[in-house]
């Protein structure tokens, strides 16, 4: 399974930003997905997640400005990123947790990060 994400790069402070997902590969299942992001030096930390089910998870600061979504039938979630501010930068991960096969284990899956850069 591999996570292909795509949609970072410089934006100015105020403006928006939509990055998207795709998982390919073996995949049976996905049972949530989600962004993260990491500052150099600091923690990866959650932005956004969504169950199977579609319940989402924000990180606090980020309600109202980011928003999340997944297409199921494209195995694709997307962050759609509002109101950027500077300390919004940062490489985006996307994850997944994947059910390859109906008889497999759930693994969970990285991309290899996307970097939003924003403009004072």
């Known amino acids: 399974v591999q996570l292909q994400a795509s949609g970072g790069g410089l934006v100015q402070a105020g403006g928006s930003l939509r990055l998207s997902c795709a998982a390919s590969g073996s995949i049976f299942s996905i049972a949530h997905t989600g962004w993260y992001r990491q500052v150099p030096g600091q923690q990866r930390e959650l932005v956004a997640a969504?169950?199977?089910?579609?319940?989402?998870k924000y990180a606090d600061s980020l309600k109202g400005r980011f928003n999340i979504s997944r297409d199921n039938a494209k195995n694709t979630v997307y962050l759609q990123m509002s109101s950027l501010k500077p300390e919004d930068a940062a490489v985006y991960y996307c994850?997944?947790?994947?059910?390859?096969?109906?008889?497999?284990?759930?693994?969970?899956?990285w991309g290899r990060g996307t970097l939003v850069t924003v403009s004072s």
């Open positions: 969504v169950t199977g089910n579609s319940n989402i």
């Open positions: 994850n997944a947790a994947v059910r390859s096969h109906w008889y497999s284990q759930i693994q969970d899956y």
